[in-house]
């Protein structure tokens, strides 16, 4: 299949990569029908995250239709549209019973990167490094989605694939920085950054009872050129 891949700082390719396949019996294969970058990816492609490898496939906020499962998937099959969230949790572990999933204990095959760097592991997450377990992103044909009768929830006929995408992280990251801001109705709220997450914030605030919403982010006039020069690969 075709990937986006990192090929190191700010230098991204769309590569041949091998098909993903069932590895657990709780795995399923999505195709992926819609996929967005995140302002996160932005920390990976200038080089802030290490633990990337030449060759990772990005991406981790996605929407598409299961084509395969393992054998204890049961509240999907082949055929069902599902919106699959960013994180990757197990469901069953203390931190998934306490709600916590993003601190799930089985989500990162690789814990103790980030336990040597931060003193404590998050959950796994799609596209993002190595320190966040490896997998693979979504921007790609197809994606393997560990535990997914844990994070892939089916989008309703009514929902297109567009309006169910950002449930898998723009939307719920908005509504949680509304949320830990305590808006309450009649408030003024300024949102700093007018990115995906920062629109879903706003209209969080809104959904929250917020009088007035104002949102800031610099405006640039564009200039008709690029700010580096593009580096070139062997694949064009
Ligand atoms: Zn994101
Ligand atoms: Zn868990």
């Not at 060759?55 to 998937?73: A, I, K």
């Not at 931060?118 to 979504?138: E, N």
């Not at 197809?142 to 567009?162: E, N, W």
């Amino acid at each position: 299949m075709k990937a986006l891949t990192w090929q190191g700082t700010n230098d991204l390719s769309v590569e041949q990569t091998p098909d993903p396949a069932i590895r657990n019996e709780q795995d399923a294969i999505v195709k992926v029908s819609q996929t967005v970058t995140c302002g996160s990816d932005l920390h990976l492609l200038g080089g802030y995250i290490p633990f990337m490898r030449a060759g990772d496939v990005l991406g981790h906020e996605f929407v598409g239709e299961v084509v395969e499962t393992g054998p204890r998937v049961e509240r999907h099959k082949a055929g069902d549209r599902v919106v699959v969230c960013s994180f990757i949790s197990c469901g069953r572990c203390w931190y998934c019973k306490q709600g916590l999933f993003s601190l799930c204990d089985n989500g990162n095959t690789n814990p103790g990167i980030t336990e040597h760097l931060w003193g404590s592991a998050p959950g796994g997450c799609y596209g993002y490094s190595h320190a966040l377990g490896g997998f693979a992103g979504s921007h790609a044909e197809y994606i393997r989605v560990p535990f997914a009768d844990q994070g892939a929830f089916p989008v309703p006929d009514a929902l297109d694939d567009t309006t169910a995408l950002f449930a898998s992280d723009s939307a719920p990251t908005g509504w949680m920085g509304a949320d830990l801001g305590g808006v309450k109705p009649g408030d003024v709220v300024a949102v700093w950054g007018c990115g995906a997450v920062g629109q879903m914030a706003a209209r969080a605030a809104l959904l929250l009872g917020a009088d007035r919403v104002i949102a800031i982010d610099p405006f640039r006039r564009p200039t008709g050129r690029p700010t580096r020069p593009r580096r070139r690969g062997p694949a064009g």
